[in-house]
């Protein structure tokens, strides 16, 4: 992360059966995750 300059990273994989549903989600817990650890994320 050095190398890229960022504090934090997240990464998510899709598939032939993630749908619509869970890319929701996945928005959802990252917003939550930038707003409990602020500028850190």
């Given at each position: 992360m050095k190398w890229?300059?960022?504090?934090a990273t997240a990464r998510a994989?899709?598939?032939?059966?993630?749908?619509e549903n869970d890319v929701?989600?996945?928005?959802?817990?990252?917003?939550?995750?930038?707003?409990y650890f602020g500028d850190v994320f």
């Open positions: 890229l300059d960022v504090t994989s899709f598939y032939l059966y993630n749908d929701d989600r996945l928005v959802e817990g990252l917003q939550k995750a930038k707003e």
